[in-house]
Structures are given as C-alpha cells and as structure tokens.
C-alpha cells in the first residue's frame, strides 16, 4: 500500500470491494464517501492507497464477494475502444462475466466502464467531469440495480487541448496517450498519488463520491439488499 497521506474522511461503516482496482481512483471516490475500500487486481498495484489482494477478480467476486456491502468496479475497457479496434487487437469481454459474478454475491454492486461499452451495459447513467469543476470531460457510464442519480450532463463549452500539445494551468485536456503537465492533471482529477499510466485510466474521484453518498444513504434505509 502506498505512503500516500489518505485525506480525512467521516466513515460509514460499510465495506467496498473494488475489483479491477488500478491505482485508485474510483477507490478514493468512494472512500471519500465513507467506505472502507479494499483493492483486488491481476496486477500488483504499488500507488494503490487502499488494501490491496492480488488476485483474478471475477473469481475473487464470486468467492469473496458476499463478505463486502457494496461490489464496484471497472472491467479492463480495451475491447470497447476505438484505437483497439483500428489496430485489430482482440480483448475478452469481461462486462458479462463480471456482472453475473457481482449478482451471485447477493450484495449492491455498480459497474463503471467507457462511452463505447454502452451496447454491452444495462441502462447505465453518465458521468462528465464538467458536472464536477474538472478541466476534463471524460465520460464514463455506470451500470446498477440500484436507483442512481447523476448530474445534468452540461454544454460541453471548452476546447481542449490537441494531443502532443504543451498542456498549462487551467486548459481542458483529454489524459490520454503521453499527455503533458502530469502534476496539474493530478491536481485537478483529484489523484495526486498517480503516475501517468494510472491517470490515462482511472475515474476521477469526485463521480464515485457522488454516487457513494447516494449508495450508502439507500443501504442505511434498507433499500438496496
């Protein structure tokens, strides 16, 4: 686990598996909004702030899955981009097999994946990084039995920065590819602990806070078991 000081927080008392955890970002969103988080990846993932099991996370799911409140994750988004599919690449559906994984635990569970992955998601709701004050757009898509709410999707108003483009304080940019100014990324995502890599991937943090605050206020009515 990395010496990333973790911001203060008021916990809830509910626990969060994060499957396909990356370094983090979407770990902190909800541990922001008061979860205790931990991390399962087929990779180790030494920036991850939270607790962390190397491990396959469809099978760690199903074994596993039912000691924790809440299931969350990202299946690996390959397959469904558009640079993948240009270059021919083939990648394993793992939307599917990761659903039905969260659905034997009994437990909440959300799955959050890229725009292109929607044929393959169930009545998702989008999230845009507007919606937060980030200098970003990057939408994602969140799939969930439960009733979540999210942000009026706004005016997409700014330009962004070219890629390869120097990037400065303030300009709205796309975190792909070798993108330049890491430390004022990291700032505005929310994500200081994060190399480049785990940037060009994560969720901000700030979307699954917000749907967090809703997912435990629906667990503490009873709703969502």
Known sequence: MTAFPLPERQPNGLRLLDPYCCQG?????????????????????????FPFVLADAVKFIREHGHEYDVVAGSPPCQRYSACQRIRGREHPDLIGPTREAMQSTGRPWVIENVEEARPELRGPVMMCGASFGLHTYRH????????????????HAHHTVKMGRPLREGDWYHAVGNFSNVPYVRADMGVPWMSRDGIRECIPPAYTRFLGVQVAALLGAGVAR
């Open 25 to 49: 970002g979407a770990a902190m969103g909800w541990y922001l909004a008061g979860f205790d988080v931990t991390g399962v990846d087929s990779h180790p993932q030494p920036r991850y702030p």
């Open 140 to 155: 994602r898509l969140f799939e969930s039995p439960l009733p979540l709410a999210v942000p009026e999707h706004p005016r």
